[in-house]
């Protein structure tokens, strides 16, 4: 398990270069510091009406007996500074189409129905090792419009105090629909592979990707 370092530890470690030293040192920046995951639009269907339940398991809503509809996943991963090191309790606030592709949302005039068993939206923190996860269910691609489909994508809106908010979206690999997104095709090819989960592992019999987070600041 990796120990919390301080930025005083990594300058004691040599991790960080003297600032006076940086003239003809750039590179070493480069090297240390982790590019910050790419912003992206909030888009129109953060929630706009509360819920009780907004926890790690969105494959169930508490206090209704059925279950989500869909392909039940797991995302994991770390929220990182830019230097590395594990940024523990942000809040992480996240929200997605469910299976067929509907928001719960007023403003969502996709056809697809609501499922009333999928919670939709979640809101989490990160442990002392800045790690997280949660279960879901895989969303759907939606129209966006008439001319574009979004792929599966999952909403993410990450507060630290001392840092700037983040809000972003999280991507599948090999997603058909993720080379047209009038989103995600106008990011470079460092950004794409920063915004893309991982399927690294199973679980259960469910797909376990990782998403890592870097914010911006420090
Ligand atoms: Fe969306």
Same mark, same amino acid.
């Given at each position: 398990?990796?120990?919390?370092? /301080?930025? @005083?530890?990594?300058?004691?470690?040599?991790? *960080?270069?003297?600032?006076?030293?940086?003239?003809?040192?750039?590179? /070493?920046?480069?090297? &240390?510091?982790?590019?910050?995951?790419?912003?992206?639009?909030?888009?129109?269907?953060?929630?706009?009406? %509360?819920?009780?339940?907004?926890?790690? %398991?969105?494959?169930? &809503?508490?206090?209704?007996?059925?279950?989500?509809?869909?392909?039940?996943?797991?995302? @994991?991963?770390? &929220?990182? +500074?830019?230097?590395?090191?594990?940024?523990?309790? $942000?809040?992480?606030?996240?929200?997605? $189409?469910?299976?067929?592709? @509907?928001?719960?949302?007023?403003?969502?005039?996709? @056809?697809?129905? *609501? +499922?009333?068993?999928?919670?939709?939206?979640?809101?989490?923190?990160?442990?002392?090792?800045?790690?997280?996860?949660?279960?879901? *269910?895989?969303?759907?691609?939606?129209? $966006? /419009?008439?001319?574009?489909?979004?792929?599966?994508?999952?909403?993410?809106?990450?507060?630290?105090?001392?840092?700037?908010?983040?809000?972003?979206?999280?991507?599948?690999? !090999?997603?058909?629909? !993720?080379?047209?997104?009038?989103?995600?095709? !106008?990011?470079?090819?460092?950004?794409?592979?920063?915004? =893309?989960?991982?399927?690294? +592992?199973?679980? %259960?019999?469910? %797909?376990?990707?990782?998403? !890592?987070? =870097?914010?911006?600041?420090?």
């Amino acid at each position: 398990m990796m120990k919390k370092l /301080s930025r @005083r530890d990594l300058v004691k470690f040599g991790v *960080v270069g003297a600032v006076a030293g940086l003239s003809k040192a750039t590179e /070493s920046w480069s090297e &240390v510091i982790i590019m910050p995951t790419p912003e992206e639009v909030e888009g129109p269907f953060y929630p706009v009406a %509360d819920q009780i339940d907004k926890d790690a %398991d969105m494959t169930q &809503v508490t206090g209704r007996s059925g279950q989500a509809l869909g392909q039940y996943i797991i995302i @994991r991963g770390a &929220v990182k +500074d830019r230097f590395g090191v594990p940024v523990e309790n $942000a809040t992480i606030d996240i929200w997605q $189409a469910n299976a067929a592709g @509907r928001y719960d949302h007023p403003r969502d005039s996709n @056809r697809a129905p *609501v +499922d009333p068993y999928f919670q939709g939206w979640a809101v989490i923190h990160s442990d002392t090792n800045g790690l997280f996860r949660f279960k879901t *269910v895989k969303p759907g691609a939606y129209p $966006a /419009s008439r001319s574009w489909t979004r792929p599966p994508h999952i909403h993410f809106k990450i507060f630290k105090k001392g840092y700037p908010e983040l809000i972003t979206q999280m991507y599948f690999p !090999n997603e058909p629909l !993720n080379a047209s997104d009038l989103l995600f095709s !106008n990011k470079t090819q460092e950004e794409q592979k920063a915004m =893309v989960a991982q399927k690294t +592992d199973e679980y %259960d019999g469910m %797909d376990v990707y990782t998403y !890592n987070i =870097v914010l911006r600041g420090h």
